[in-house]
């Protein structure tokens, strides 16, 4: 731990303070389809689309019908990049020739499943499997549109509070068409000029062989890179462009362009907690939500790099020198991260791409001590709704703040409201389902996998040929450290936020369907009853404010949020979390590692 | 009969009487013996697994007493003895208790309702009625084959034999058996005191009344129903937070039944039973057992009140009311105006005007004659005299002179409204100074009543009668405000005398010259605007904004239409308890957040107490008593067995511990959400963390003191 460490992270929140409100305006008008200094340029583009598409732009849809839309969108832009993938090898851009064999049926639906839910779990290594144009065309429209449909998804929600007696929450296809087209393009136009400055590679050419120094080959990939690399961290998707993601120097080349991919990670959502004050009329309200995420993200930043700093002791003891300095971090844990980062800005990177639903990453998460890798899995435990990702986020914390308002507002003697809504039988029911489809998600999965035995293990789950039948035969690690990576696994999925422990070969057809499945299920089974709870509240009338209704933009509603968050998500978790990264640390303060 | 009104009339509204407070007419103590012992053996019944399947929680409890049952007789049929044996026997003992001691605090809630209800049972009449037949003649009939519309004559000393309607004649009325108050109350054809209820006992003069219930849906019936709770039905946020306690069941479910793989992944074994244990003490057991009984007792703390709530629903409606209309006569004010100050023309002294006003008043029987013959005596020392029989003539008032006083020789004195007394003294040929005007003006902006007073056709000045506040109500509307609630004041003054006692009662807004469709179109603007509203009233024409309302209390001495048209019915006629039942209201709710929360809250102690001790082994290595996980046992419990026992047991010995919070609610004051928020979490938040620390720690030095588990 260093002050400059310490600097860096408290810069890095001071910036993101300052951008919450502009970048909250300007959602906030373009969502409104209020004019911006865009409109001039945009406004004819965004109404030839309407008129292509033939949507009415006008037209208010009630949640059932936006829901609709959202799925039917999602399943025909998931099955066509399935195509696009499995046929790579006939489609252009495609300097290296990869085709079928490297893009089997299983990764196939892993990664357009993947891609059309914003998660970005990789089974696949890019610069090894995908052509540019896989990466350009099937992949990185999924990270605009998934991007754009979790911002239209939170803005309904929104929508449903800060309306009263409405019957619609808006319309799928205008929200999807202007959080794509004046947010996340112009964004990435503009950071995606700022990567290539930095050092950020962006071209076409076939990889390239050079001998090293000590007179080796080695074979340097090429690619479009810098423009994936603008909408991955904008979008909260985190898909690298080549397997080392953003520990690699040509998707994150130095220390500002680091800096510059956690902020764009939490740009939108912190934005979005403003946008929502905005609707419902009372900024307070959205600095509540704000104040909610920001401690729980300064809490886990904090234990993340304490940890990392401190470092194993079992390292310490062996008599390994742990003086040597790295961005002015002396010794700690260094292994998995990169020597430009250091543990300050490999910490605050590892947190902030878990608190949202990113996944992108820029060290080994799997390398943490036991109780630094504990906070991205913790932060993706809680739904990732610190920050969060761009929509999701504030749709997660807005469940949380349903669940906050019913329990606590008992307590004030009236029926719950939220923002003037009364909160009932149907939003609870809701918000529960939510929350128990991602507990049995991330719990189920995890059970399944870490004890069922595979009937034919030589289709389903070989990586090397091997005669073990067990699930668990692909995870390198065994003991506590297995677990971590196999809950892990199913975390990542579950809460589509993609990054991994790694440690787990999951390209095979088991863990491709199986994590396939896992965030499936944790992106469209909590959007619905989300989308239910926003169609119900629409209709509701609101209730006028008086002294005796319960307070949601201060402080204490803040803390209440926080111990919401930490409760019901440590609650069901904390049996689990004491198996993987828990008795791990006690065990490596025993002496013991696996 | 004019006496039994009289008496009547004085108890209610004698002047400076305090006012009516809330009487708890029906409280009995939390735990009355009776009761009690019904309630062990109903606890007991209770364990059908058919009743507890209505109960998602309880039922996992009882699943889950039933399963380490079987484990424990498998046990000792296969001699496993030891610690494990004794162990598993305990945890599905506890278990049991769990079970019960919920099935314990439901019977207790439901005995206080039975023991109303078959109170209430003896007062139903099984006597004969005599029905009118179609020719007129009288049939007597069974009082329950009465059905709707029938027409029956009830004398002296009858019990009415159903509810109905006042069609002829005019009677006092005991009504003790329902509303508890043995003061006689008149029943009178036409008007708004016309409905009489079944079982009730005329006293004076008789009657002919018109049935208004079919058997079975009397008023008594209905009120034996609400109080046995067999009409009970979930209100809206019980069916919310059943859903949320049921969701965080199943999610707990999940944790405990994934723990059985991800042990086999980790290599140890966990027993079944502990894992129970574990389920048992995370699911939400305080609150799913004790969740009805805080229903039940909130319409218990209703009846106490003497209130009849007809729903559970319009009892958590109370709590959320946002806007209470009171009518300011009988509510906020006491029925009658008192004399407050002698107010001389010009040239005339105070004494004298006193001295004429009271004799003008000693004949006059009305409150307000009696409190100018009071203030005259304390203010000025006046007392009534005697005045002899023969020479003396009082002057009744009437409506055509608007006037009353009294003769005496040489002295003629008269008291009676300003313009009655301006005319009087005009036609005697003598002018009226000016100031009499000015001085009556000057009262009426005050709110006040003038009463002009003359002796000999010569204007003394006026006699300021004032409408009195009831006492306290200002501290009760400061309440009010607190917990954000707004009172609205409903009179048929005019706004100047409305303004003025609305000011000094103290009440946020008022009403004036209210016409019947003015309080509907009043209602409807504030729920428009998003406010739920409360109000009283007795009168037909009340009915439509009574339903209008969201809690409408109809007082019971109000016609059938009022008494259908509201959710409830004040047997004391008291339209001041609103104000207790909104607090009810809101303490019900209260009450099922705070021990939520406390429910929720308590599971942190209990992981850190079952967590250790069900992993003890996990990664031991040769040489060590505990495995690694067991550094989190920072309580110290003294072993895996000791430690999930003290957990179980609390659990279950916490829901015997709430259920006099259950039954009485939550204490509450009068504050703004944000305080009472604050105050709750502090209380059932973090003490719901940190109070069961300490228990579960001295339960473990109990359990190894007593041998009941090992100390190591």
């Known amino acids: 731990m260093t002050t400059i460490g310490w600097l860096q992270i408290a810069a890095f929140f001071l910036i993101l303070l300052a951008l919450t409100k502009p970048i909250g305006i300007f959602l906030h008008r373009v969502m409104e389809g209020e004019r911006t200094w865009l409109t001039p340029v945009l406004g004819p583009v965004e109404r030839a689309i309407y008129k292509l598409g033939g949507v009415k732009h006008d037209e208010d849809m009630p949640w059932t019908v936006y829901a609709l839309a959202l799925l039917a969108f999602s399943v025909v832009t998931l099955i066509i990049t399935f195509g696009l993938l499995r046929l790579q090898a006939w489609l252009p851009l495609n300097p290296q020739h990869f085709g079928a064999k490297e893009m089997t049926p299983d990764l196939a639906f892993n990664t357009a499943v993947s891609f059309t839910t914003n998660t970005n779990w990789q089974a696949y290594a890019g610069e090894s499997t995908v052509s540019y144009f896989s990466q350009m065309v099937s992949l990185a429209s999924h990270n605009f549109f998934s991007a754009a449909a979790g911002i239209a998804v939170a803005i309904a929600l929104v929508r449903g509070l800060a309306r009263k007696s409405a019957a619609g929450v808006g319309n799928f296809w205008v929200d999807i068409t202007r959080a794509t087209l004046y947010i996340l393009l112009p964004l990435c136009l503009i950071f995606a000029m700022v990567f290539v400055q930095q050092g950020a590679i962006q071209n076409f050419h076939p990889y390239q062989t050079v001998t090293t120094l000590e007179g080796g080959s080695q074979i340097i990939p090429g690619g479009p890179v810098a423009s994936q690399e603008a909408i991955k961290e904008l979008g909260t998707n985190g898909g690298g462009f080549f397997n080392a993601n953003s520990a690699h120097p040509f998707e994150n080349p130095t220390p500002f362009t680091n800096m510059l991919q956690v902020l764009m990670i939490f740009a939108i959502g912190a934005g979005m907690t403003y946008a929502f004050g905005l609707y419902v009329g009372n900024v307070r309200q959205g600095w509540a939500i704000f104040g909610a995420m920001s401690f729980l993200f300064l809490i886990g930043v904090s234990v993340a790099y304490v940890q990392e700093a401190k470092g194993n002791p079992m390292i310490a003891a062996q008599g390994v020198d742990t003086t040597t300095q790295t961005m002015g971090d002396a010794g700690g844990n260094m292994e998995g991260k990169e020597i430009r980062f250091g543990q300050a800005g490999a910490t605050l990177f590892a947190t902030v791409t878990t608190d949202a639903s990113c996944g992108a990453v820029n060290s080994m998460h799997d390398s943490f001590t036991p109780l630094g890798g504990l906070v991205p899995m913790a932060n993706i435990l809680t739904g990732e709704v610190i920050f969060g990702g761009v929509g999701a986020g504030l749709y997660g914390m807005l469940m949380y703040a349903i669940l906050a308002v019913f329990i606590a507002g008992l307590m004030v003697g009236r029926t719950p409201e939220y923002l003037g809504k009364k909160v009932e039988a149907y939003e609870v029911k809701m918000a529960m389902l939510a929350a128990l489809i991602l507990a049995g998600s991330i719990l189920g999965g995890t059970a399944i996998a870490s004890v069922t035995h595979i009937v034919n293990p030589a289709y389903w789950n070989t990586v090397a040929g091997t005669a073990n039948d067990m699930a668990a035969a692909n995870v390198n690690n065994s003991g506590p450290h297995g677990f971590s990576e196999i809950f892990y696994a199913f975390d990542s999925a579950t809460g589509n936020n993609g990054s991994a422990f790694a440690g787990i070969s999951v390209n095979t057809p088991f863990w491709n369907l199986a994590l396939g499945i896992a965030m499936l299920v944790g992106r469209f089974l909590m959007i619905i009853p989300l989308l239910a709870i926003a169609g119900s509240m629409a209709k509701k009338k609101r209730a006028a404010a008086s002294v005796g209704t319960f307070p949601t933009d201060n402080v204490l509603f803040a803390g209440l949020l926080v111990g919401t968050v930490v409760i019901v998500g440590a609650l069901a978790y904390f049996p689990a979390v004491s198996l993987g990264p828990v008795v791990e640390h006690f065990l490596m303060h025993g002496g013991r590692t696996f | ?712």
């Open chain 2, 1 to 712: 009969m004019t006496t039994i009104v009289n008496n009547h009339i004085d108890k209610m509204e004698a002047p400076g009487a305090p006012p009516s407070g809330p009487h708890l007419k029906r409280a009995r103590p939390l735990f009355d013996p009776p009761i009690v012992r019904r309630a062990l053996g109903d606890a007991f019944r209770k364990l059908d697994p058919r009743v507890q399947a209505k109960n998602p929680v309880m039922f996992v409890v009882w699943v889950g007493s039933a399963v380490s049952t079987i484990l424990f007789i498998q046990d000792l049929i296969e001699h496993v003895g030891g610690w494990e044996t004794a162990f598993v026997g305990q945890i599905a003992l506890w278990l049991w208790f769990t079970v019960l001691f919920a099935g314990f605090a439901e019977a207790i809630a439901e005995g206080r309702g039975k023991a109303q209800a078959d109170e209430l049972r003896k007062t139903r009449t099984t006597t004969l009625a005599k029905k009118v037949g179609a020719n007129g003649q009288i049939e007597n009939v069974a009082a329950s084959l009465l059905r709707k519309g029938d027409i029956v004559i009830c004398d002296v000393g009858d019990v009415i034999p159903s509810d109905g309607t006042v069609i002829e004649g005019i009677a006092s009325v005991d009504e003790s058996a329902i509303t508890g108050e043995s003061a006689p109350v008149i029943r009178e054809a036409g008007g708004d005191r016309s409905a009489v209820t079944g079982g009730t006992k005329v006293i004076s003069d008789g009657i002919k009344v018109e049935i208004t219930a079919n058997p079975g849906e009397t008023f008594i019936d209905r009120m034996i129903g609400l109080v046995e709770g067999a009409q009970r039905q979930k209100t809206p946020n019980e069916i919310a937070l059943n859903i949320l306690i049921a969701g965080l069941t199943i999610i707990f479910l999940l944790a405990t039944a994934t723990l059985l793989p991800f042990g086999q992944y980790a290599g140890v074994h966990i027993s079944i039973a502990v894992l129970i244990a574990l389920l048992v003490c995370l699911i939400p057991t305080t609150i799913g057992g004790l969740l009805s009984a805080i229903g039940i007792a909130g319409m218990d703390r209703v009846m106490q009140y003497n209130v009849l709530a007809m729903s559970g629903k319009a009892v958590e409606a109370a709590g959320d009311v946002d806007v209470l209309l009171l009518d300011k006569t009988g509510t906020i004010t006491l029925g009658n105006r008192q004399a407050a100050e002698f107010l001389p023309l010009p040239g005339v002294s105070v004494q004298d005007l006193a001295d004429a006003a009271q004799l003008s008043s000693l004949a006059d029987e009305t409150p307000e004659g009696r409190s100018i013959v009071v203030l005259a005596k304390e203010q000025y020392g006046l007392r009534g005299r005697h005045l002899d029989e023969k020479t003396t003539e009082f002057i009744p008032f009437t409506a055509q002179t608007r006037m009353s006083g009294v003769n005496i020789p040489g002295q003629r004195v008269r008291k009676g409204a300003v313009q009655a007394v301006i005319d009087y003294v005009k036609s005697s040929g003598v002018s009226v100074p000016i100031e009499l005007q000015s001085i009556a003006d000057e009262i009426s902006r005050r709110g006040g009543t003038p009463l002009a007073v003359t002796l000999n056709e010569r204007p003394l000045g006026i006699i300021y009668l004032k409408d009195v506040v009831k006492g306290g109500m200002r501290e009760r509307f400061d309440h009010l405000r607190a917990m954000g609630i707004k009172t609205i004041m409903i009179t048929g003054d005019n706004p100047l005398t409305a303004a003025a006692i609305a000011q000094e009662a103290g009440v946020d807004d008022f009403l004036a010259q209210a016409k019947p469709e003015d309080k509907m179109a009043l209602i409807k603007k504030e729920q428009a605007e998003g406010r739920l509203v409360a109000m009283t009233g007795d009168g037909t024409n009340d009915a439509p904004a009574l339903a209008q309302a969201d809690v409408g209390v109809a007082m019971n001495s109000g016609t059938q239409a009022a008494k259908e048209a509201g959710n409830m019915v004040d047997l004391d006629s008291n339209p001041t308890k609103l104000i207790e039942i909104v607090e009810i209201g809101k303490q019900l709710l209260m009450t099922r957040g705070a021990l939520t929360t406390f429910s929720i809250a308590n599971d942190v102690a209990k992981y850190f107490a079952i967590i250790p001790a069900m992993f003890a082994t996990l990664y031991i290595t040769s040489g060590q008593t505990h495995g690694p996980l067991w550094a989190l046992n920072f309580m110290h419990l003294h072993s895996p067995y000791s430690a999930v026992l003290a957990a179980v047991i609390f659990n279950a010995l916490v829901i015997i511990a709430l259920i006099p919070v259950a039954l009485r609610g939550v204490p509450y004051r009068p504050m703004g959400a944000a305080q009472v928020l604050r105050r709750n979490l502090a209380v059932w938040g973090l003490g719901g963390i940190l109070v069961p620390f300490p228990f579960i720690w001295l339960l473990d030095q109990i359990l190894v003191a007593l041998h009941c588990a090992p100390g190591v």
